[in-house]
């Protein structure tokens, strides 16, 4: 059965530096995967995703990602972060089963 | 723009209780999510809907049922509130008809119900 870890349940970032989440899955096939973002108080926002081709992935927001076969990975970054995207993040395998999350604070 | 709306953004019920949630979107997607969000589990399948009258389980579906009677409404009931159900409930949507949820969701903003 599919599924998705996020390492990590919290990270602090400073205004202005660079920024990766980590997701792995587990899935049989080539998965479709997805980034989606939670700010707070409101419902999920799809951020880029994976189906096939180029594996690295370019977003909304100024977010890529990138997918690693050989890792069971597709890590979220973000060159320089912005004190709006103080959020939750969210990796998805197939659509349907999400990680954790992890939760993004941004420090002045 | 896609807009998924849910009838109510916080609600309290007493064990017991029959509890409808509604969701509603208005861009003629095939497909309907119910997921519950729960901190250090993030979200976890209910149910879902990939065409009117049609429905699957998802990975937690005990306690819960739906019903789509209409392409643009899916419900979720809860037949006897218990406290354990106390949590964040999200709808969303995706346009395409499929029973593996390949397509991009469009999430409603949640509702967030507690149960005493």
């Known amino acids: 059965a599919q599924s998705v870890t996020q390492p990590d349940i919290h990270i602090t970032v400073s205004e202005g530096a660079s920024l990766e989440l980590r997701c792995n899955y587990s899935?049989?096939?080539?998965?479709?995967l997805f980034w989606y973002v939670q700010s707070p108080g409101q419902g999920l926002q799809l951020l880029l995703k994976?189906?096939?081709?180029?594996?690295l992935v370019q977003g909304i927001k100024g977010f890529e990602a990138e997918f690693k076969r050989s890792q069971s990975s597709f890590n979220l970054r973000k060159p320089s972060v912005h004190w709006s995207d103080a959020a939750e993040y969210f990796c998805a395998v197939v659509g349907m089963r999400f990680g954790a999350g992890t939760r993004l604070t941004v420090k002045p | 723009d896609v807009k998924v709306t849910q009838s109510s953004r916080y609600l309290v019920k007493r064990t017991g209780e029959k509890v409808f949630l509604e969701c509603v979107q208005d861009m003629d997607h095939e497909n309907m999510f119910w997921y519950r969000q729960d901190p250090g589990l993030g979200l976890r399948l209910i149910y879902f809907?990939?065409?009117?009258?049609?429905?699957e389980k998802g990975d937690i579906p005990e306690g819960y049922s739906v019903s789509r009677e209409k392409k643009e409404r899916f419900s979720l009931i809860l037949e006897s509130a218990s406290t354990n159900q106390t949590s964040m409930y999200l709808c969303a949507s995706s346009l395409l008809g499929t029973r593996y949820g390949t397509d991009t969701q469009y999430f409603g903003p949640g509702t967030r119900l507690t149960v005493l």
């Open positions: 994976y189906f096939s081709g180029d594996t």
């Open positions: 899935y049989g096939a080539t998965p479709y």
């Open positions: 809907s990939y065409d009117v009258k049609m429905k």
